[in-house]
């Protein structure tokens, strides 16, 4: 049998010719793909939808059309249920730019809400009186009312004037901002002023709502000059906001034609805002608690009454947030009487059967949210392996015999002290009063400031000492004053011992500001050489002897000048840091008392700051085991700026209700019942109470001409919180790995990093500094970046050296090191200059730090040979809840353009 024939194979030198270049298939290939099912792959088959091009294409086109409509019906519902039934009232924010001064509230802005009251209620003159009477005695307080033609409800609040921070804070809650001005009887119309321009500058920053500009008095400027003086304040509300609209009001008629146009009024939505449900207190009422917290102190129920605002309400499941308080939970939500309830809200109510104090929502437990923001610490939490028995016993004899040393160690001292007294007594006895050197000498290692009383000279002068504070103590009947000097104060003394590692002073100024850790005090048992304190029990007779001072002004005026002397040294000092630091960026002299490889254990070499790996999850410190993280950020924002508002617990927007809060500290209460800015609760969303590591961009305003250093303590007012922190500063880079600036210069944008409650972006960032006790500085402004505890700072040092000997690809260097075993040490390292050459140590020269290298070309006899190190630096555990307008801020008139927060992250217009 023959074999079968396979046919002709052509060879690899078959010539292949070129495929045509048609953006089209063929109808050949449209065949062959099709496989031979009909209709599958014809020249003009159907869409995917089964329409053709041309019908998609009118699809499209009746999308967008519909979405048009949609959206036009929207913004027309919107504009009409401004304070109606079931919408919130307009809230109104008047702010005085007039120069007159009054210590609850200005001039122009209550007489404009007078005017608009009694242009509301029309006729009825005496529900006018009785209102206007209940402003005059609460002049901050919020106002609601109804205009008697109009649908529309409207809350007025009278901003305290030339506050910028009351401003700010009511700002947060404002749908309208209204600044009134007053027109001068003279020839020009008055400016809006340096506080008119730092207060647009602050909302800016802040996220602006609308705004809008009211002046008074036109008819009192001549006629002649009427046309100027509106074109003037033309100008000037354009400087104010592009959308700013000026209104003149004069009379009644003028009132009402300006309550229409606010009722109508385009208003910007704030989105950092609008996402958390919120309310604006008209009324606060305090239970006490029976039974009182001993750590947190008296503890009350506080009763908040108002309008709920906001895109979604508010839930009885969620956790509010009191400003200058933090985060508590909502007991229940009851039903309050609406005081200016419109007439299809009166008849739901009536139909509903919603009376007040029903209870609209309470809280469920099993779906609330936690109180907790940080996780609890478990020191064992990271142990790899349990111990065994034996390992246990072990543990416990050794124990056991350090006890037992500790005990003849404590007796042999006692016997040496005893002898050491002995003999400094008979040695005073003898000599006439000057100790004897043998018993100091076992106590020079103690740090304890004293000189164990053994010197007659050092007694008097610790004596003195004391005796010099100017307090009152108590002590056995018949002491005199100079046995009551000898007398410890209690508060306790010596540091914390708190050892601030992260900054690790290399820069040798540096060292300065981390070696005040001193020690905690002297020893429980009295130390060596320490005079005996008698304490005193129930049954003694005391007496009270006052410790006084003789040259008292005389000491103080000798301290503030020694004070002043040492704030102008370290601010000296500080300047100089921050220009050599700026100047030389990361360059640090390597110790001359301490091994470099013992001094820069904690770093380590990279070939690339960019490329070369990292591990975020490497060696944390314990403070990342107390916070919390997502698995998908996006995602569990997207989650949370979405909430389900049709599940239990949710009351929508409109509704004028009480928020009965639980477990509120009873000097919160009382303070906002006496504050002059009304309070304002926030609705947290979901996991907004937890700490994490948050990020901020901010930049520095061109009016502040001082470095900041990292870790020092700053004011951060971001979206509803405020709150005060130590952050620290890094690059706005897109890499995975950012480094770590010493100091925020000026007019430089950096990144701020904190251990902070999570706040889900967008939300404006303002960075203020304590100048005094109660005075704070604007500084920078910026937005939320992120929250991201996985963000590598690195903190980069450059040791340098100098070449000595210099050949044509290899050159001695010196001063970097000192010693070989360093040399060595770093060997691997690869070393640049600041000219751009490369190379690496080759080996060590002599005893004294030489060592000879190799580079890519040949140095310059001016270069500078640096090595760098890295590590991974973290924030400090610090914050503090604050309260904004209890401060005075001080800043500049007006911010920079590019210092203004991006609007179209924080706004969204209709």
Known sequence: MSAPFDGHRPGGLKQQNKSHKSKHRS???????????????????????????????????????????????????????????????????????????????????????????RNAYGDDAAQADALKAACAQTPTSPVTFQHHKLRARATLVACP???????????????????????AASASPAPLGTFGQQAMSLLYAQGVPTVALAVSGLGEVPAKRATEAKKVFGKAAEALNVDCRVFYVDGETDAGTL?????????????????????????????PLPTADPEKGPRCTLRVTGYIRGTHGISANRLVYLPGCGGFQID??????????????????????????????????????????????????????????EELD??????????????????????????????????????GGDA???????????????????????????????????????VPKGWSSYQAAWIPESDGEGDDGEDDDDEDGEDGEDAAMHDGDDDDGDEEDGGEGKRAVHFLSDDDEVDRVSVTNADE?????????????????????????????????????????????????????????????????????????????????????????????????????????TLVIANVPAAFAEAAQQRRVPLGVFSLLSHENKMSVCHYRIRMLDSCTEPIKSKDTLIFSTGIRCYATNPIFSQPTLSSKHKFERYWQPGTITVATCFAPIHFPPAPVLVFREVGPADIRLVGTGSMMAVDPDRLIIK???????????????????????????????????????????????????????????????????????????????????????????????????????????????????
């Open 796 to 910: 980069r040092i450059r040791l340098s050296g100098h070449p000595y000997k210099i050949n044509k690809r290899s050159a001695v260097i010196r001063y970097m090191f000192f010693n070989p075993d360093d040399i060595y040490w770093f060997k691997p390292v690869e070393l640049v200059t600041k000219y751009g050459r490369r190379g690496h140590i080759k080996e060590s020269l002599g005893t004294h730090g030489h060592m000879k290298c190799i580079f890519d070309g040949q140095l310059k006899a001016d270069d500078t040979v640096l090595l760098s190190l890295y590590k991974r630096v973290y924030p400090k555990w610090v914050y503090e809840e604050t309260y904004l307008p209890r401060y005075t801020l001080h800043m500049p008139a007006s911010l920079n353009p590019e210092d203004d927060v991006d609007e179209g992250d924080m706004q969204e217009d209709n």
């Open 553 to 657: 002004d005389r000491a103080r005026r000798y301290d503030d000048e020694q004070n002043d002397a040492e704030d102008e040294t370290a601010y000296r000092s500080f300047r100089r840091r921050a220009r050599e630091d700026q100047a030389f960026p990361d360059e640090v002299d390597t110790p001359l008392d301490k091994p470099a490889r013992v001094r820069f254990a904690k770093y380590r070499g990279l070939q690339s700051f960019r490329t070369s790996p990292w591990d975020p999850k490497e060696e944390l410190p314990e403070d990342y085991a107390r916070i919390f993280q997502f698995e998908n950020f996006n995602r569990t924002k997207k989650r949370a700026l979405t909430p389900d508002d049709s599940q239990p617990g949710w009351v929508s927007a409109g509704q004028y209700v």
């Open 332 to 389: 229940r939500i009851e039903a309050a009487a609406d005081p200016c309830a419109a007439g299809r809200a009166r008849k739901h109510d009536a139909e509903m059967g919603t009376a007040e104090g029903a209870v609209l929502a309470a809280r469920d437990e099993a779906l609330a949210e936690p109180l907790q923001m940080s996780v609890p610490l478990d020191p064992m939490a990271g142990e790899q392996t349990w111990p065994t028995e």
């Open 259 to 287: 309550f229409w146009s606010l009722a109508s009024i385009k208003r910007r939505h704030i989105a950092w805002r609008d996402a958390r449900g919120h309310l604006l207190a008209d009324a606060i009422a305090a239970e």
């Open 161 to 183: 004037q030339g506050d910028l921070l009351a401003l700010a804070d009511l700002a947060k809650l404002a749908d309208v901002v209204l600044f009134v001005q007053r027109a």
């Open 436 to 474: 004897g050197s043998d018993g100091m000498a076992e106590d020079d290692d103690n740090d304890n400031g004293n000189d164990n009383g053994d010197d007659a000279g050092g007694e008097m002068d610790t004596a003195d000492k004391a005796a010099r504070t100017g307090r009152t103590v108590k």
């Open 27 to 117: 109808k050949s290939q449209l065949a062959v793909e099709a496989g031979g099912r009909v209709g599958g792959g014809g020249v003009k088959a159907a869409g995917a939808a089964g329409h053709t091009a041309e019908q998609r294409r009118e699809q499209r086109r009746l999308q967008a059309v519909q979405q048009r409509q949609k959206k036009r019906a929207a913004a027309h519902h919107e504009k009409r249920s401004v304070g109606a039934a079931g919408a919130p009232p307009l809230l109104v924010i008047l702010v005085d730019l007039s120069d007159s001064s009054s210590s609850d509230s200005s001039g122009s802005a209550t007489w404009l809400r007078e005017l608009l009251i």
């Open 394 to 431: 072990e543990a416990e004899r050794e124990q056991q015999q350090a006890r037992k040393a500790a005990k003849a160690a404590k007796a042999a001292k006692a016997t040496t002290n005893g002898a050491a007294k002995g003999k400094t007594k008979k040695s005073l006895d003898d000599e």
